[in-house]
């Protein structure tokens, strides 16, 4: 096992119904450490240059202006596997795919607003972490 560190966001869906804490318990119970964290309003260009990536997909502008319906909450997570593990505590993308226990089987609405991001490689993740925070606001 290598201690990596992994990106995540807590959408709007989750600010709104004020589960942050909730979600945080269960990211911490899986061993995961909340190494870095701070709420944000996004704005739109922000929001279409984090899921640049999905540009072309025909959900991308829903998605932009979900992102930016209400604040989010942005992390960095460190632990043994940190990308891989919290891709599994998160679950699937769709709730109704997501096994019993996960995030989002547990807290997401729908397909859209399903509580969490998390990065899906090291590299992305590396990338994501840059995107949102400076070195000096990451403390292991
Ligand atoms: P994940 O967040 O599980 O890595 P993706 O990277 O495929 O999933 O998609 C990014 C985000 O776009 C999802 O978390 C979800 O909020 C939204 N999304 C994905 N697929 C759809 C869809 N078919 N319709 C609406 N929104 C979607
Ligand atoms: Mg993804």
Redesign the pocket.
């Known amino acids: 096992m290598t201690i990596e560190r992994t990106f995540s966001i807590l959408?709007p869906d989750a600010t709104r119904r004020n589960i942050i804490g909730k979600i945080n318990a269960k990211i911490e119970a899986a061993g995961l450490r909340i190494i870095a964290q701070k709420r944000l309003q996004l704005s739109l260009a922000q929001a279409q240059a984090f899921?640049a990536v999905?540009a072309e997909?025909a959900?991308f502008g829903?998605?932009c202006q979900?992102m930016i319906s209400g604040p989010v909450v942005v992390q960095t997570l460190e632990g043994d596997d940190a990308v891989a593990k919290y891709r599994d505590i998160?679950g699937?993308?769709n709730p109704a795919n997501a096994k019993e226990g996960t995030i989002r089987q547990e807290f997401a609405e729908s397909?859209?607003?399903?509580s969490v991001?998390?990065s899906?490689s090291l590299e992305n993740a590396a990338k994501e972490i840059a995107f949102f925070f400076s070195n000096l606001e990451i403390v292991s």
């Open positions: 959408k899921y999905h997909r959900f829903e998605l979900f998160m699937a993308t397909i859209e607003a399903n991001h998390g899906d």
